[in-house]
């Protein structure tokens, strides 16, 4: 085991050194230091869709990042191969997914033994006669990326719309297919956000576009065989903090406009049979107050947390009549108990709701009588899919737990019967009776009691000799589910503890633990990390120095500044195109996510008291000059327009200039986006990385998985 007194070698290589060219920066009377705000190409917009116009100089220095990092990592090589077997081992690479019924067909996905990208086909019930619709393997071609957005059927099954991005960037082209035929139609549409809702007719569909920044800003309709440049605006929004969604509701009859930011939102329903119809605003946004409609025939239900239902209510309203003073109360609020999703099907109404970080999901029969779906597990994760059917008795519900595969089944919501359609499989052999799953509780400064998931091995000591993998998000009220993954267990079957922290800023115990995670309450997020990391070694799990800890995209905010707080408690940080730079980014209303995020993070441009809660935090501003800090592995994409490539470039960059330690490496990923490669093996080889380097850092590369044979 690596500790302090063992110090990890690493190869003699000399790190990139990035130039320093100082831009001054004042902010409410108060002046910061950017010295690598030139990484950032002013030209960012053109290199979304076509990164090959990157500038020279930040392309030669991203690219002698690339290297530095394969240099410092390349005894590394055998054992990313040797996890990525191990993962990969765990796939069952010719698996397909349990059939939806839609009318006549029941549609499926299914991947091919080495298939990179899923199958999308189905089977006319009637004659079991199965067809391809889009075979993702054969369309990637010689994209460098490639990633699918939709494959979706015309109400009467004629056609399909199809979707994909060639750059990483998320500017979706659609298509539309004849099912039976493949034949590809003229209709093409470009910069859009990848989905469609068709109207009734087959013939026409809604889309959103997105603008140059990123944004999806309009709504769009198109007839099919006509031009795309004439096609309609239905509905565009000039706020640039509210985004588009766009849907149908479960029962089919309407098309549903999203219009929403962090912390309202506002729909409009358009008949599915009626396209050419003026949206029809539902109830008018309202500042702070969400609300998410679905209709049952006469009635709109409506998921809401208007006025004092923190954690949510149902109310429904009659159709034709769906302003606010006619919502009646269907599902009362309870406090700490929050209803996560809901959906109308014909004869039952049925809701996710979640308490103390433990899902259950109740189904209705719209008369007040409610029947639970409990799981009695100390962390699970659970719950159920809409499928494609309004009327039907049947509810798809998908069960599972960190040592437990995934199972899918069929409940009968007539008569609570269970059929098991797919047990997740596992072909290299996986025994859940060796491993121990826990909730434990940390405990915050503040007396807050913060859940952590533990997996492990049974006979992985409890004696503070472990190594330890701290993952957490925190951010935007996300709930990360205590699930079954295979990629964590090459390191827990090699003597790893992995701890998933459900700390505040996430909704794992209602929203209200997001609320308190959240603008001025912000630190309670990472010192609710670092009170979960401290927790581990009290109770001789790890010890200091001994823990890794990872997160991606906000999740990277929170190690970045969770090291920052207490460097010498952690052994590594694995920051996956990691959200560090966040007084400059949310400081800058032309990138794309940044006036929607001025409501969970603050506005540091017109609030002096916001910018102070973020440059409390902000990683990149807070790096301890002259201070140790554990070794750093960062991630970015080139075309990432979530978190700019230049974020982890300028963290990594100043880290090397003010702290000491390290090393602090970047993988900079040139053809890819904020999600890295889109193809399932490729994605092992991205999580290799990571894992490799933790390994490396425990001093872990020999140490062989326990066998999971009988």
């Known amino acids: ?29 108060i002046t910061r230091t950017d010295e690598y705000a030139w990484i950032r190409d002013d030209n960012w917009q053109q290199v979304l869709r076509d990164p090959s116009v990157l500038r020279e100089d930040v392309r030669e220095y991203l690219e002698a990042e690339v290297d530095y990092y394969e240099t410092m990592t390349a005894d590394l090589d055998g054992l990313r191969q040797t996890l990525v077997a191990e993962m990969r081992g765990r796939i069952k690479e010719d698996d397909t997914s349990v059939p939806v019924k839609d009318g006549p067909y029941e549609y499926f996905t299914r991947f091919r033994e080495g298939g990179n990208y899923p199958i999308f086909g189905r089977t006319l019930i009637e004659t079991g006669e199965e067809q391809v619709l889009y075979d993702g393997d054969a369309e990637e071609g010689d994209s460098p990326f490639f990633s699918i957005g939709t494959v979706s059927n015309s109400p009467d099954h004629e056609l399909i719309a199809v979707s994909a991005d060639r750059l990483g960037s998320e500017y979706y082209t659609i298509n539309v297919r004849n099912a039976a035929t493949g034949e590809q139609m003229a209709d093409e549409i470009t910069s859009t956000d990848g989905g469609v809702a068709w109207a009734a007719d087959s013939g026409s569909f809604f889309y959103i576009e997105r603008d140059d920044n990123q944004r999806p800003k309009r709504v769009k309709y198109h007839v099919l065989g006509t031009d795309a440049a004439e096609d309609p605006v239905i509905y565009e929004e000039d706020d640039n903090a509210f985004f588009l969604g766009l849907g149908k509701s479960q029962s089919g009859d309407y098309i549903m406009i999203y219009v929403g930011d962090q912390i309202t939102t506002e729909w409009y329903t358009i008949p599915a049979d009626d396209p050419t119809a003026d949206p029809a605003l539902f109830a008018p946004r309202q500042q702070g107050e969400e609300y998410y409609p679905d209709h049952h025939g006469d009635w709109w239900y409506v998921r809401t947390n208007r006025g004092d239902a923190v954690d949510f209510e149902i109310v429904r309203t009659p159709v034709g009549e769906t302003a606010r003073e006619n919502w009646e109360t269907v599902v009362p609020y309870e406090e700490g108990t929050l209803i996560s999703s809901m959906t109308t099907f014909a004869d039952y109404l049925v809701w996710s709701e979640r308490s103390d970080a433990k899902p259950a999901i109740v189904i209705s029969d719209y008369d007040g009588n409610e029947t639970p779906i409990n799981f009695d597990q100390p962390a699970f994760a659970a719950g159920y899919s809409s499928g494609r059917e309004y009327d039907t008795d049947t509810l798809r519900v998908r069960y599972e737990s960190p040592s437990q595969p995934e199972q899918t089944f069929d409940y009968n919501m007539a008569t609570g019967e269970r059929e098991l359609r797919k047990t997740q499989e596992v072909p290299s052999g996986h025994n859940p009776d060796l491993y121990v799953v826990e909730m434990l509780t940390a405990v915050a400064d503040d007396g807050a009691e913060i859940p952590v998931m533990v997996l492990r091995l049974k006979d992985t000591p409890l004696d503070g000799s472990a190594p330890v993998l701290l993952y957490g998000y925190g951010s935007y009220g996300a709930y990360i589910p205590d699930s079954f993954s295979t990629g964590i267990l090459p390191l827990v079957d090699r003597g790893v ?7 505040r800023g996430g909704s794992a115990k209602g929203q209200q633990w997001y609320l308190d995670g959240k603008l001025d309450k912000k630190m309670n997020t990472f010192t609710d990390f670092v009170r979960a990391g401290e927790m581990l070694v009290e109770k001789d799990y790890t010890s200091r120095g001994d823990i890794v800890i990872y997160g991606g995209s906000a999740g990277g905010l929170l190690v970045g500044a969770a090291v920052n707080l207490q460097p010498d408690l952690f052994a590594g940080v694995l920051g996956a195109v990691p959200f560090v730079d966040v007084i400059n980014t949310i400081s800058d209303e032309t990138l794309p996510l940044t006036p929607p995020e001025w409501l969970e993070w603050g506005n540091p441009i017109t609030s002096a008291d916001e910018y102070a809660w973020i440059a409390e935090y902000s990683p990149y501003d807070n790096i301890r000059e002259g201070v140790a800090y554990p070794p750093v592995l960062a991630t970015g994409g080139l075309t990432d327009y979530r978190v700019t490539y230049w974020e982890p470039a300028k963290w990594i960059a100043r880290l090397r200039d003010r702290a000491e330690g390290g090393p602090f490496l970047m993988r900079m990923n040139m053809e890819a986006g904020h999600g890295g490669s889109a193809a399932r093996f490729e994605r092992l080889e991205e999580r290799a990385h990571l894992y490799a380097f933790a390994l490396k850092l425990w001093g872990m590369e020999e140490a062989e998985p326990v066998s999971h044979s009988e």
Do not use: C, F, G
């Open 1 to 29: 085991m690596t500790s302090e007194n063992t110090p990890v070698e690493w190869p003699e290589a000399t790190a990139p050194t990035a130039r320093k060219e100082p831009v001054e920066i004042t902010q409410h009377d």
């Open 497 to 503: 503890i992995y701890a998933l922290a459900h700390i």
